[in-house]
């Protein structure tokens, strides 16, 4: 098993016709190293959110190569792909992207019961997720019963619940208050440092940015050095 | 398959306005049809109960010439073996003796058709439902006569009184005699009150100086009998015409093969018309929750689980929709049980061998249709909002909703 979680090569995102290509990224080369808190920061339109769906497997690059926990995205079926969010990846969005039918412990069991553990298990493991994110009271709460900070948290107990090689984080902070960005950045913190999860997270916010512990700067699609 | 189901309740649940307007359009299509069905097959069973009960029975036996020449020319005779329709697939069996004759009163004179009947073996045709005013016939020798109510009237005549008969004899030779009103008759088909005069067998045998019989009446346990029934009679009876109902009343024949048909085209346009609006309003439903769906696949949900979640959400409706409709049918056809009133249009349906009352009939074979077609059909319309969410981009879903 090697030491990066996330590596791409030479990673190229085109979109447009070929008559007016417009480029997301450019020959982008990044490692992560297993247990990093990475951030990937520049301005609007750099090319942050297109290279975490690269690198999440929501979006095919157009040139380069991009290696998740050792698995090679670029030659796997669809199905494949949603195999490697399942079981390697968790992702945490600004919407928060909770399922509005299921309870806070539902909607962490969620992910469990579709890799097949067994009830009890992801029970129990669902309910330890949430006590750890501070969510003792709120097993049985619908998302709409919720405030934008325990959503969020709710959402990170739900990706980091099945060990992910990596969490992936698209602008966490955007929907979020100072003060409930902060607690959300101790709680990514806490999964990084007590669960051992690499993150790596699209963010434009100084507080984000503030948790972690390194960044990768992306200016008109290219890593700025 | 427990989380697939799961969601989908619970996501039934959560628009349940929207849902509940579906639903209530699939069973007012489901009721509909059903009602529709079961007169349409009222009517079917008017047309094969006024056709077999009109002395004709599911099978007939007769001299071929008869078709052309009714009458006394050309009868069955009587000594023919009839120890070949001893048969478990025969219900009953029934002689008569008919001919074309002349009916006189004091007053007035009219076309009719006599018929020897022998009354203990009238358990089938629409004799055993006669309301008779006065005495029914008692036995095949009965000299006495029935007729109908509206023929009694436009004879101005009645119970008790004498009337005239004149009929061809075998040899063409002119009978006439004379026969006292026993009973006059009311049927629910006023034709039947305007053709026949009823007499006993024996005796009109003896009037005519014949002994055997214009035709048999072979009564069986249902219809899908007839065909074997038929081909065996004809191959036991070589000399003689055996005829089904059908061969001998093609029109009602026809009208019973359309009916039957017609109740599946309803099935069809009524269904296939709802179909449109079903998948309109699934697609439209789906495209509300199509980001939702967008995360469902990020998070690892494959894509035949979505597809599933949306079938399983649309059977779910089409089967509680397939139940009440169903339901909402059945009383609504139990509630018309005594059937719709025709009397007001008598002279046109009984015109088409119908009574004057519609009763709806249930048919065990509509329901399953229909029940497996809804289900066929909720299968189809949740396929197109299920093929557009696994069609769009993971991440067009996530922008949109």
Known sequence: MSEFAVQTHDVTRIYGSEVVPVYALRGVSLTVDVGEFVSIVGPSGSGKSTLLHVIGGLERPTEGEVTVSDTILGSLSDSELTDVRLYKMGFVFQAYNLIPVLSAVENVEFILQLQGVNRKERRERAKEALRAFGLDDLFDRRPGEMSGGQQQRVAIARAVVSNPAVLLADEPSANLDSETTKEFCEYLQHANEDHGVTILTATHDPLVMGYTERHIRLVDGQIAE | ?401
């Open chain 2, 1 to 401: 398959m427990r989380l697939v189901f799961q969601l989908a309740i619970r996501n039934i649940w959560r628009q349940r306005r929207r849902n509940g307007l579906v639903l209530f359009a699939i069973v007012f299509s489901i009721g509909g049809v059903f009602v529709m069905n079961s007169l349409a097959r009222g009517m079917e069973h008017d047309f094969l109960r006024f056709s077999i009960e009109n002395l004709r029975g599911h099978v007939k036996i007769l001299d071929a010439k008869q078709l052309d020449e009714p009458g006394f020319r050309h009868l069955i005779p009587h000594d023919t073996n009839w120890s070949v329709l001893a048969r478990p697939d025969i219900e009953a069996w029934t002689p008569r003796l008919r001919s074309p004759a002349v009916i006189m009163s004091e007053r007035e004179t009219r076309g009719v058709e006599i018929v020897g009947i022998d009354p203990t073996r009238e358990k089938h045709s629409f004799i055993k439902d006669l309301n008779i005013d006065g005495q029914a016939l008692t036995d095949a020798s009965d000299q006495h006569l029935l007729i109908g109510r509206s023929l009694a009237e436009e004879l101005k005549t009645g119970l008790g009184r004498r009337l005239v008969v004149l009929i061809n004899g075998p040899d063409d030779n002119a009978i006439e005699t004379g026969f006292r009103i026993l009973g006059v008759f009311e049927s629910t088909n006023r034709n039947y009150e305007d053709a026949y005069v009823l007499t006993g067998l024996s005796s009109l045998q003896t009037l005519a100086g014949v002994d055997g019989f214009t035709g048999v009446s072979v009564y069986l346990h249902g219809l899908s009998q007839i065909p074997e029934v038929q081909e065996s009679l004809a191959m036991e009876l070589p000399n003689l015409l055996v005829a089904s109902w059908a061969d001998l009343d093609p029109f009602t024949g026809e009208m019973h093969r359309f009916i039957g048909f017609t109740v599946y085209i309803l099935i069809v346009v009524f269904l296939g018309t709802l179909v449109f609006g079903l998948i309109n309003a699934l697609v439209t439903a789906v495209l509300v929750r199509i980001k939702e769906f967008g995360m469902l696949r990020v998070v690892g949900m494959k894509s035949h689980l979505i597809v599933l979640q949306v079938v399983i959400e649309c059977v779910i409706i089409m089967l509680l929709a397939l139940v009440i409709g169903l339901v909402t049918g059945l009383l609504i056809v139990l509630w018309l049980g005594d059937g719709i009133d025709l009397t007001a249009f008598a002279a046109g349906v009984e015109a088409f061998n119908m009574g004057t009352r519609m009763v709806p009939h249930l048919v065990v074979e509509d329901f399953v249709i229909l029940g497996i077609a809804s289900v066929i059909l909720g299968l189809i319309a949740s396929y197109f909002p299920a093929r557009r969410i696994i069609k769009t981009p993971i991440l067009q879903s996530l922008r949109e909703g």
